[in-house]
DNA sequence: TCGTGCCAATGAATCGATTCAAATTCGATT
DNA sequence: AATCGAATTTGAATCGATTCATTGGCACGA
């Protein structure tokens, strides 16, 4: 294997003269430089990181953490993430938890191993232990989707509640007055959050309601249950507008409407999901939904955590982000 | 930061014993591997990677690149390495290319200067350049979902031309006799494997015809328009068996036939799809279709890896799994 | 000619874990 | 008590890039 040795020797200069080609390249004259350069690429040399970073201390690399990375949410996240840090000259080294906090307790590990500069983390379940941890080891942490209620770390996070106050607001402005909000237990924050929204926007109409229908989990199939329980009704016992916590549960809830019950959306019915995943415009009827900024979110956290790389004492901050309305067919 | 002699300074033993204690717990009393490791709890102490691999000359890490982490064939296939690695005391790096060269470049770069122990990647376009250089630089490198034409390196694939014969064969088996493949340009390898297996099935029923219709791209969209195209012509001009390249082509037909034309699936016409993504079997009507094992993908792929990085001298293997047939109610 | 600055280049010291030959301790045996 | 062999422990050398105090060379002005 090449080293920097090899190289000095070859281009006949001190092993100083190469560090500073490549780090410092004004401090070198043109032509040694030249010189060094051209062994380099004759000789195929390649930094070695692990004594670069040996010397420096730490390393140039940033542990990212996420629930799943088949979720467009986090992969939209991570790749701006990346390119983000790319751009401060860091490196992702991305892991996927998979909700299981063993894979995540053993990313942990072998990011503090690694002496990553900081780490980001979409975390699994409760974290204070492992936070202490990193925190008792000087490594900065940013939280993804979630807030420290001690106001510990900086975060980035969605402002849930308005996500849910302009999905149901959207139906309302469009004459809906009877609305159906479904998703799973509450016990689960943005669930929680996003209903919440929706109340609030159905206070604001004296002539509207709001019925609440539990489904067994956030997905198609527990959607579409849902969707065949109200689909029995009369016609005129059924809401006229159908707020979903996510767009699976809006496509289930689709599937039996239009087909188990042969309604129209949306003249018979709105509906309308959140997250905006692929599926969602290329539903058979295009499917209204609620968006979060995922590549702005990505690349927030990512300077978040360089600011507190940088100024360690500086406060954690948490950042709110907006999400932002998508009009489709299944809300004309 | 607690470094491994400030615990030998505290437990009173040479740096060496703390090493052992670490790496060969066996050549240690008991009683001073307990001292040391109760010391290094005590300060908190962690194992600086960078120093242990500059010694070791090589790192512990695979890096993995693949084409889009969010396609839950590669995060499923990503999941099962990083599992399989972790077993054999190694790390993944894993890198989303999203079928861009730069990216993908840059990932490569990174990984050089980690000096992983190899790669597995599923390459963008043509790598073989990339290829030259890795293996100039000694590092060892697995092919997935792809096959090099040169045998150079080993690699793990799916037979696709054996998932298009099963899917059709399938059909065939249930009296269906007109079928139609829909999928986007044949100049995507995959795709003209997979129906060159539909042409093998169609071939062993001498009353059986096999019609192409190519569609625009392999999305829902795509699928839809050409499931309309499909669907205008008459009940007896109509295949009564559809294979579609994958299965967000198969959803599209699913649309357009069940909505726009009232057809029924399967009495008037069956469908497969290919992939078994998630919504395969959430779909309105359950959707039968081809999977690949990507477990097994993932852990045969570290394996192969593995194998070369021990005996670099060995010659390449080219490893192609065999695709399963999922039956579902798209084919009854 | 000598001194003063400045620009380039030098190379030893350093980071932290591992390795291994050498030193030490321990126990059993004579 | 002396000896031998095995079991432990020691600590200097090593990996490769970076850093920085020091040296070398050169130009310009006095």
Redesign the interface.
Same mark, same amino acid.
């Given at each position: 294997?090449v080293s920097i040795k090899d190289v000095a020797d070859q281009a006949q200069v001190a092993v100083g003269t190469v560090s500073n080609v490549l780090n410092n390249p004004d401090r070198v004259a043109e032509k040694t430089r030249e010189r060094v350069l051209s062994v380099i690429s004759e000789l195929?040399f390649? !930094? &070695? /990181?692990?004594?670069r970073? @040996?010397r420096a201390?730490m390393?140039r690399t940033i542990g990212l953490i996420v629930l /799943?990375?088949? &979720?467009?949410f986090f992969?939209?996240l991570? !790749?701006a993430a990346?390119d983000r840090a790319?751009e401060s000259d860091s490196?992702v080294?991305?892991? /996927?938890s998979?909700h299981d906090g063993e !894979?995540e307790s053993?990313y942990l590990d072998?990011f503090? $191993?690694? !002496?990553v500069k900081g780490v980001l983390i979409s975390p699994v379940g409760n974290v204070d232990e492992r936070l202490k $941890?990193l925190r008792?080891?000087?490594v900065p942490v940013v939280l993804v989707d979630r807030v420290d209620p001690q106001r510990r770390v900086s975060s980035v996070s969605v402002d849930d509640v308005a996500g849910g106050y302009m999905a149901v607001k959207h139906m309302l402005t469009r004459g809906r007055r009877r609305i159906a909000f479904v998703g799973a237990s509450t016990d689960i924050q943005q669930v929680a959050d996003r209903l919440a929204g929706a109340q609030q926007a159905v206070a604001e109409y004296p002539d509207a309601e709001l019925e609440v229908v539990e489904a067994a989990a956030m997905?198609?199939?527990a959607g579409?249950a849902a969707g065949e329980l109200l689909a029995e009704r009369g016609l005129e016992a059924l809401p006229d507008g159908i707020f979903c916590a996510n767009d699976l549960v809006a496509i289930?809830v689709m $599937?039996a409407v239009? @087909?188990i019950r042969g309604l129209r959306i949306p003249e018979d019915l709105a509906l309308i999901g959140y997250d905006d995943i692929d599926?969602a415009q290329?539903a058979?009827v295009p499917l209204s939904t609620v968006r979060r900024p995922t590549e702005l979110m990505g690349r927030t956290a990512i300077e978040l955590l360089l600011e507190a790389i940088d100024r360690p004492t500086s406060e954690s901050r948490q950042v709110i982000f907006q999400p932002e309305l998508v009009s489709r067919g299944s809300t004309l």
């Open positions: 294997m195929g390649v !930094r &070695n /990181d692990a004594a970073q @040996l201390g390393s /799943d990375v088949s &979720n467009p992969s939209s991570a !790749r990346e790319a490196t080294l991305l892991g /996927d998979g !894979r053993r072998v503090e $191993q690694q !002496r $941890q008792a080891h000087g997905t198609v199939l579409r289930g $599937q239009l @087909l599926f290329s058979v």
